[in-house]
């Protein structure tokens, strides 16, 4: 019995099939749109929210870029190291230009090495009580690498200030990873740091090499509190100006707090889209009696049978509008790189919830097409 049932009901969806297979189409081709526009609009709300607590967090609005006369003996750390001393409590250097480090850990595989001083670590709560003992230096690895390192782990690797150039091995110990981690690299923008490992380096230890070689200037970053004060002590420096990060960060449209609540409404817009194409179809079926009736005689219709079918054909378009809207996503955010959250969750429960509703609320009234078909 419940096999005639069954055969019935997929009989009355590929009828539905026939009638209607250019509006389902199109409802399905938009649909899937609609979960990639959800998928996106949530991502920016989340990344821009998260970005905008992380810079509050740190008051970004202390951090300067100073730009200093390079060092006629080439030696950056003396230079950082005298500024230290005389700046005490005024304020701390969080970190200065240099040319990245790499690491050739698999083949044609470049890693990227960001050093974090120890006042950077703190500003960002990173490294807590960490400091360099027997088991090397405390690493961070990013998401994309935990296939290749394990937490607690230690691991010797070769880096170098070119990528075909190692030239030392250092020891680091796996002290967790980036997940949703955003800290400044490069001293004016709020990055992850995908495809790098973060190595806690609080006295300088590892090898530096400024981005300066072929410049006459370095920049250094600091965490200020007593402005007018630290200008005094820089003028006993070859400095060139001071600038305010903030200034930079926001000048960059993803950190505008107008964006924030703009792609809220981006979201809720999409969903109501969702909602009047899911009722626009259901209308659609409602008033296009002449061959709806027809396939409802053919299958001997009654009440519970109808919302059976209607039932099955809205969770065969839920599913695959949402399967293929994902997959889509998430393949675009691989191949370019992109911010990507965990959005699938909360996006198909939406979607199912709009589609739970809207059938029932809209099967309510439809006891006269019961009716017409007998």
């Given at each position: 019995m419940g096999r005639d049932v069954m055969g019935k009901i997929i009989h009355f969806i590929y009828l539905i099939y026939k009638n209607f297979k250019r509006p389902l189409y199109y409802c399905t081709a938009v649909s899937i749109a609609l979960v990639v526009y959800l998928n996106f609009c949530l991502t920016q709300y989340k990344n821009l929210d998260h970005r905008l607590k992380v810079l509050e967090e740190v008051n970004y609005s202390n951090i300067y870029k100073?730009?200093?006369v390079k060092p006629k003996d080439n030696d950056?750390?003396?230079s950082i190291k005298e500024l230290n001393s005389k700046l005490k409590e005024n304020a701390v250097i969080l970190d200065f230009t240099r040319n990245p480090l790499y690491t050739t850990i698999k083949k044609d595989h470049i890693v990227v090495i960001q050093t974090v001083s120890g006042e950077k670590a703190s500003l960002f709560h990173i490294f807590e009580n960490r400091h360099i003992n027997d088991n090397g230096y405390s690493a961070i690895i990013s998401n994309d690498l935990k296939s290749d390192f394990k937490f607690g782990q230690n691991y010797t690797i070769p880096i170098g200030i070119y990528v075909n150039?190692?030239?030392q091995k250092v020891k680091i110990n796996i002290y967790g990873y980036s997940n949703d981690l955003l800290i400044f690299s490069g001293g004016d923008s709020l990055e992850a740091p995908d495809n790098q490992i973060l190595i806690y380096d609080p006295d300088n230890t590892l090898p530096v090499h400024t981005t300066s070689f072929f410049e006459p200037t370095f920049d250094v970053f600091l965490y200020i509190e007593n402005y007018n004060e630290v200008l005094n002590i820089l003028s006993q420096f070859d400095f060139i100006n001071i600038?305010?990060?903030k200034?930079?960060?926001?000048?960059f449209s993803d950190f505008k707090l107008t964006l924030l609540p703009?792609?809220?409404r981006f979201l809720i817009l999409g969903i109501v889209i969702y909602i009047l194409l899911y009722v626009n179809l259901y209308i659609l079926f409602y008033f296009k009696k002449k061959n709806y009736i027809k396939t409802f005689s053919i299958c001997n219709l009654n009440r519970k049978f109808y919302i059976k079918c209607i039932g099955t054909a809205n969770v065969i378009q839920l599913f695959v509008s949402f399967i293929v809207g994902q997959t889509i996503w998430i393949l675009y955010c691989k191949f370019s790189q992109?911010?990507?959250t965990r959005n699938g969750l909360y996006i198909?429960?939406?979607?199912?919830m709009i589609h739970f509703c809207a059938f029932i609320i809209l099967n309510r009234g439809y006891s006269y097409i019961v009716r017409a078909s007998h």
């Open positions: 100073v730009t200093f950056y750390v003396k150039a190692a030239d600038q305010k990060i200034d930079n960060v926001d000048s703009s792609y809220f992109t911010f990507y198909f429960i939406t979607l199912f």
